[in-house]
């Protein structure tokens, strides 16, 4: 066992936990925060994406000491109460189904605006071509991603 003091959505977590464990299960497990889920183990479907100071990650195939002392965000921590441009888009475009994924694809979109604030259509599929959406709503999630793109717009 290691003890590694994780900073999550703002706040310092101490946990102790084996070395090798994925950080997405310390998350879940040891933290409590259900929002990041887990898909495929191998980081191919992006359910499990956090942010990691700032940018995208699949926190499946990290552990915590992968981390140091990065800021965690996860899709708890993106707002208090969705009011984020990019989740306030999602809600709007009526994108989730079955919303698996949605917190994933949600933190994707937000690293991905934040390197690439008026992103094409081209630009988006290429950011999101490794994250699975089991029920196919693609077509509403660059929808999503065009929509909270206008709107940080100065």
């Given at each position: 066992?290691?003890?590694?003091?994780?900073?999550?959505?703002?706040?310092?977590?101490?946990?102790?936990?084996?070395?090798?464990?994925?950080?997405?299960?310390?998350?879940?497990?040891?933290?409590?925060?259900?929002?990041?889920?887990?898909?495929?183990?191998?980081?191919?479907?992006?359910?499990?994406?956090?942010?990691?100071?700032?940018?995208?990650?699949?926190?499946?195939?990290?552990?915590?000491?992968?981390?140091?002392?990065?800021?965690?965000t996860t899709i708890e921590?993106?707002?208090?109460?969705?009011?984020?441009?990019?989740?306030?888009?999602?809600?709007?475009?009526?994108?989730?189904?079955?919303?698996?994924?949605?917190?994933?694809?949600?933190?994707?979109?937000?690293?991905?605006?934040?390197?690439?604030?008026?992103?094409?259509?081209?630009?988006?599929?290429?950011?999101?071509?490794?994250?699975?959406?089991?029920?196919?709503?693609?077509?509403?999630?660059?929808?999503?991603?065009?929509?909270?793109?206008?709107?940080?717009?100065?």
């Amino acid at each position: 066992m290691a003890t590694y003091d994780l900073k999550v959505n703002g706040r310092v977590h101490t946990v102790d936990v084996q070395p090798d464990k994925p950080l997405l299960w310390v998350l879940r497990e040891e933290i409590g925060l259900h929002g990041v889920k887990y898909g495929c183990g191998i980081a191919e479907c992006g359910a499990c994406t956090v942010l990691i100071g700032g940018i995208a990650e699949r926190s499946c195939n990290l552990t915590s000491a992968d981390v140091g002392n990065a800021e965690i965000t996860t899709i708890e921590g993106l707002s208090v109460d969705g009011e984020h441009p990019v989740q306030q888009a999602w809600i709007e475009g009526d994108v989730p189904q079955c919303g698996f994924c949605q917190p994933g694809f949600i933190l994707q979109t937000v690293s991905l605006l934040e390197s690439n604030p008026e992103p094409t259509d081209a630009d988006i599929d290429r950011e999101m071509s490794d994250m699975i959406c089991r029920c196919g709503t693609y077509q509403r999630i660059r929808g999503a991603i065009h929509v909270a793109a206008e709107r940080r717009k100065p």
